[in-house]
């Protein structure tokens, strides 16, 4: 079961997006406590394409469906959760 404190770590717009569009594939970030083989591993367990991973902040860069995120919010490592957008410099 999912809690309500699982849901917290990701913000409301894409939650809802993820509620209305469950089997889309969505580029996110996925912000952890560590970057690791083990967390590496549960992610892709859950279905999702690691894209690439950075340990200055600790961050993987995912690809997935809206359902391949219930199975990593509910991990203790997992502080938050964010889309994945283009970065563009002035």
């Not at 894409?14 to 912000?31: F, G, M, Q, T, V």
């Not at 952890?32 to 902040?57: D, L, N, P, W």
């Amino acid at each position: 079961m999912i809690t309500k404190q699982a849901f917290d770590k990701c913000p409301d717009t894409l939650r809802k997006a993820l509620e209305r569009a469950p089997h889309a594939s969505y580029d996110l970030i996925l912000r952890v406590s560590e970057v690791g083989e083990s967390q590496k591993r549960q992610i892709e367990e859950a279905g999702f394409t690691v894209r690439r991973a950075t340990r200055i902040v600790p961050t993987f860069a995912v690809t997935g469906s809206g359902d391949s995120l219930m199975g990593v919010l509910t991990c203790s490592w997992l502080i938050a959760v964010e889309q994945d957008k283009p970065v563009h410099a002035f």
